[in-house]
């Protein structure tokens, strides 16, 4: 989850820019700090540093100038609502004990002109979950659920997060 909080923080408040500083420093088990770094390389590409991980090379998306095939922060935006929702729903299995055979997860985040510039304005997230029995449907439902209302990143976010859940037997 640390990861999600990170991505979430740096795309939120730093989206368009090569120039966050964010690491992650546990202060307290309330409060918790996340740093990264991101070093420009040249024109709009620049390499973000999270201590101890692999660098991730970073640019603006070609929609708005950048080179092709490289990460954008808002693909980084996107991605921390949807791999949140997934370490989320994760917790919630556990806690109500359950096991689920697999977990996909689609985000598409839309990005629009507002008076204020570009925004996102709506995060869908699409996901199938399955399960070995009819009788864990339920609790992969509620899970799913839960999850949708307690993810951090997602809850952080200016714009809504929408869902769409599928649970199959299988």
Same mark, same amino acid.
């Given at each position: 989850?640390?990861?999600?909080?990170?991505?979430?923080?740096?795309?939120?408040?730093? $989206?368009?820019?090569?120039?966050?500083?964010?690491?992650?420093?546990?202060?307290?088990?309330?409060?918790?700090?996340?740093?990264?770094?991101?070093?420009?390389?040249?024109?709009?590409?620049?390499?973000?540093?999270?201590?101890?991980?692999? =660098?991730?090379?970073?640019?603006?998306?070609?929609?708005?100038?950048?080179?092709?095939?490289?990460?954008?922060?808002?693909?980084?935006?996107?991605?921390?609502?949807?791999?949140c929702f997934m370490t989320t729903f994760v917790t919630f299995? @556990?806690?109500?004990?359950?096991?689920? @055979? $697999?977990?996909?997860?689609?985000?598409?985040?839309?990005?629009?002109?507002?008076?204020?510039?570009?925004?996102?304005?709506?995060?869908?997230? =699409?996901?199938?979950?399955?399960?070995?029995?009819?009788?864990?449907?339920? =609790?992969?439902?509620?899970?799913?659920?839960?999850?949708?209302?307690?993810?951090?990143?997602?809850?952080?976010?200016?714009?809504?997060?929408?869902?769409?859940?599928?649970?199959?037997?299988?």
């Amino acid at each position: 989850m640390k990861l999600m909080s990170l991505l979430s923080d740096l795309t939120k408040r730093f $989206s368009g820019t090569l120039y966050p500083t964010i690491s992650v420093k546990e202060m307290s088990d309330d409060t918790h700090e996340y740093i990264v770094t991101v070093d420009w390389k040249h024109g709009r590409v620049g390499d973000l540093i999270v201590d101890g991980k692999p =660098k991730v090379e970073v640019s603006a998306p070609p929609e708005f100038d950048g080179p092709e095939g490289i990460i954008s922060p808002e693909d980084l935006f996107v991605a921390a609502a949807t791999s949140c929702f997934m370490t989320t729903f994760v917790t919630f299995t @556990k806690k109500m004990r359950f096991d689920f @055979k $697999s977990f996909s997860c689609e985000g598409r985040g839309t990005l629009e002109r507002v008076d204020e510039g570009f925004q996102f304005t709506k995060i869908l997230l =699409k996901t199938k979950v399955e399960v070995e029995s009819e009788d864990l449907k339920s =609790k992969a439902e509620r899970a799913l659920e839960l999850s949708g209302k307690y993810c951090l990143v997602s809850n952080s976010m200016k714009c809504p997060t929408e869902h769409e859940n599928e649970v199959i037997v299988g």
